[in-house]
């Protein structure tokens, strides 16, 4: 038997990323091999840096390769507004909004019991550390998506926090059962947010 040629080789890398095929990893190949070898590198390299210069925020858990986001060290955002999501992905897709002005809490996935994923899995305990601390937020809001995982992790968290005295409310639907925020458009997602309900 002999070894995986490069080519095979690159196409299978390319097809464990998420929402990539065989046949779309075998398009990201060779687009991959017309650019040269300069892009090869320099996308090697872009690779290679984010996986070790990028790190979580010690505040939120959202990427940065500070020890906070820029988010978390902007004086204009209210720190007393905090918006609970799943993950970056859906902190980025309600940042292109341009309409939260809060901060944020990542969680890192969603309660999935048949998947193996319980609350220890999750960002969770820092949320609550972070509710518990001096300068505790005045509102949660809950923004994981309209999915039974998402559902679940909403009440969870409800029921942790509540306790706290801090309000919590949950993003309104205008989101879709089963929809994703990577895939809404702004218009949804700020109709959403705006339309939160306390829980």
């Given at each position: 038997?002999?070894?995986?040629?490069?080519?095979?080789?690159?196409?299978?890398?390319?097809?464990?990323?998420?929402?990539?095929?065989?046949?779309?990893?075998?398009?990201?190949?060779?687009?991959?091999?017309?650019?040269?070898?300069?892009?090869?590198r320099?996308?090697?390299?872009?690779?290679?840096?984010?996986?070790?210069?990028?790190?979580?925020?010690?505040?939120?858990?959202?990427?940065?390769?500070?020890?906070?986001?820029?988010?978390?060290?902007?004086?204009?955002?209210?720190?007393?507004?905090?918006?609970?999501v799943?993950?970056?992905?859906?902190?980025?897709?309600?940042?292109?909004?341009?309409?939260?002005?809060?901060?944020?809490?990542?969680?890192?996935g969603?309660?999935?019991?048949?998947?193996?994923?319980g609350?220890?899995?999750?960002?969770?305990?820092?949320?609550?550390?972070?509710?518990?601390?001096?300068?505790?937020?005045?509102?949660?809001?809950?923004?994981?998506?309209?999915t039974?995982?998402?559902?679940?992790?909403?009440?969870?968290?409800?029921?942790?926090?509540?306790?706290?005295?801090?309000?919590v409310s949950?993003?309104?639907?205008?989101?879709?059962?089963?929809?994703?925020?990577?895939?809404?458009?702004?218009?949804?997602?700020?109709?959403?947010?705006?339309?939160?309900?306390?829980?």
């Open positions: 038997m002999g070894s995986v040629d490069p080519f095979e080789r690159l196409v299978q890398a390319l097809a464990r990323l998420p929402g990539v095929g065989e046949k779309s990893a075998t398009r990201l190949a060779f687009f991959i091999l017309r650019q040269g070898e300069d892009y090869a320099e996308l090697a390299s872009a690779m290679v840096d984010a996986t070790e210069q990028m790190g979580l925020c010690s505040r939120c858990m959202n990427l940065t390769e500070a020890s906070e986001c820029p988010i978390c060290r902007d004086a204009q955002r209210d720190s007393a507004l905090v918006c609970v799943a993950t970056v992905q859906d902190l980025r897709a309600i940042e292109r909004c341009n309409e939260f002005a809060g901060t944020y809490h990542v969680l890192h969603l309660l999935a019991p048949l998947d193996g994923v609350p220890d899995d999750l960002k969770i305990r820092e949320l609550m550390e972070r509710l518990r601390g001096e300068s505790a937020p005045r509102e949660v809001i809950l923004a994981t998506q309209p039974v995982e998402g559902e679940a992790t909403a009440l969870y968290l409800q029921r942790l926090i509540t306790p706290l005295g801090v309000s949950r993003i309104a639907s205008g989101l879709p059962m089963g929809g994703d925020f990577e895939y809404a458009d702004p218009a949804t997602i700020s109709r959403a947010l705006a339309g939160r309900q306390q829980m």
